[in-house]
């Protein structure tokens, strides 16, 4: 399969979930415009950071005027959970040097998802051309919504009316029901979730969506290699 229909396949598979960006993209607008951003600065920041949590959390921070590095921080903090993502992709794609760059530059929570549940299920598996074509596609949505909703201002309605904290929830959830395919992975969802909950009531956002990761993660190496261990006793 060639560089374009993958691209292609990658592109139209994040459309489904424009439904939530628009909203988000929009939202995001609206709060960066009432912190007092410029409709190019409220633009750029999409451009350029493309990372909705953290571009909320940056535009809150400008409009309390707080310090470069205390939003530096909180950013990382928030885009923590893509170091996560990098090493689970790395383990299913094979990309060169500036792929992985402009992968890694485009790479979102829904990219992820959709790439690891449809991307593995495609003839001859996942490719850069199918990721890139996801990542582009939640870009173009999220960067014209950024733009008709710095240009809209005051016409729209709060953040909240807009239905962001709805829609993201249960785009998660059904990116992660295929994930669940045995006992093990939904034991090792659950807990992730719990915990994740848990640390939510003491810990900011981003540190919390680390932990539960790796957690989560260094769970489920535990309890597969403790399935794998007793396969090989009664084998």
């Known amino acids: ?6 691209f292609w396949q990658g592109f139209r598979a994040l459309v489904p979930l424009w439904l939530g960006t628009v909203p988000f993209a929009l939202a995001y607008a609206v709060t960066a415009r009432a912190a007092g ?10 451009l350029t950071t493309f990372a909705g949590a953290s571009q909320f959390a940056a535009a809150g921070l400008f ?3 707080a310090g470069g590095l205390s939003i530096v921080l909180t950013t990382f903090l928030l885009n923590a959970r893509h170091l996560l993502y ?52 939640l870009y173009l949505s999220w960067n014209v919504s950024t733009l008709l909703g710095a240009l809209a201002g005051s016409v729209l309605p709060p953040p909240e009316q ?5 829609v993201f929830p249960l785009a998660f959830l059904g990116l992660l029901v295929p994930l669940v395919v045995d006992r093990l992975s939904l034991l090792v969802a659950l807990a992730a979730g719990l915990g994740g909950w848990a640390l939510s009531r003491v810990l900011p956002g981003g540190l919390v969506i680390l932990l539960a990761g790796v957690g989560g993660a260094l769970l489920g190496a535990a309890l597969l290699t403790r399935r794998e261990q007793r396969a090989g006793v009664r084998a």
Not at 1 to 6: G, V
Not at 108 to 128: H, I, W
Not at 162 to 166: A, D, E, K, P
Request: charged share 15%; with cysteine.
């Open 1 to 6: 399969m060639n560089f374009s229909t993958s």
């Open 37 to 46: 951003l410029s409709v190019g600065d409220t633009c750029l920041m999409s």
């Open 63 to 65: 409009g309390a005027h």
């Open 86 to 137: 990098g090493l689970s992709l790395a383990r299913e794609l094979r990309l060169t040097l500036p792929q992985r760059m402009i992968a890694a530059q485009f790479l979102t929570d829904e990219a992820y998802g959709v790439a690891v549940v449809s991307g593995a299920r495609r003839p001859g598996g996942l490719t850069f051309a199918f990721l890139l074509g996801a990542e582009l596609s």
């Open 162 to 166: 807009l239905g962001v904290g709805v």
